[in-house]
């Protein structure tokens, strides 16, 4: 078996350590993506649409991005109609006293789409990419 001296071993284990840690990272933010791509379009396919309204709330849906790396955090939020989306996902009480059912799909979307990207995102940082 080769030896190898001790000044030589501490490179090349903070260069390894350094790759797997790339390839970690890159790996995560590309399984974040998908999700929320997967996410929005769920929301897209079944939020509720109206048969008076060529503007459904669903296409009023985006993704928008902030930050770099660790710090990348992605929303999918209503750019034109978030002052009602609660009501939709949630339900309310008319002030005619008439309860309106709750039509979630934004939970629903979450709930489907997030435990397999956790799962995917553990198998990531175990193999390391």
């Not at 080769?2 to 030589?8: D, F, G, M, V």
């Not at 929303?75 to 008439?98: A, D, M, N, P, Q």
Request: hydrophobic share 35%.
């Amino acid at each position: 078996m080769e030896s190898i001296e001790l000044e030589a071993l501490t490179p090349e284990i903070k260069e390894a350590v350094e790759s797997y840690s790339k390839d970690v990272e890159e790996a995560i933010l590309k399984r974040l993506e998908k999700t929320a791509d997967q996410i929005l379009d769920y929301i897209k396919s079944n939020a509720p649409r109206t048969s008076w309204s060529h503007e459904h709330l669903g296409d009023s849906f985006i993704k928008e991005s902030y930050g770099e790396g660790i710090n990348k955090t992605i929303v999918i939020y209503s750019k034109t109609k978030g002052s009602i989306v609660h009501l939709v996902e949630l339900g309310f009480k008319h002030r005619s006293g008439k309860l309106v059912a709750a039509r979630p799909f934004m939970r629903p979307a979450y709930d489907e789409f997030t435990p397999k990207m956790l799962e995917d995102i553990e198998k990531i940082i175990n193999r390391g990419g």
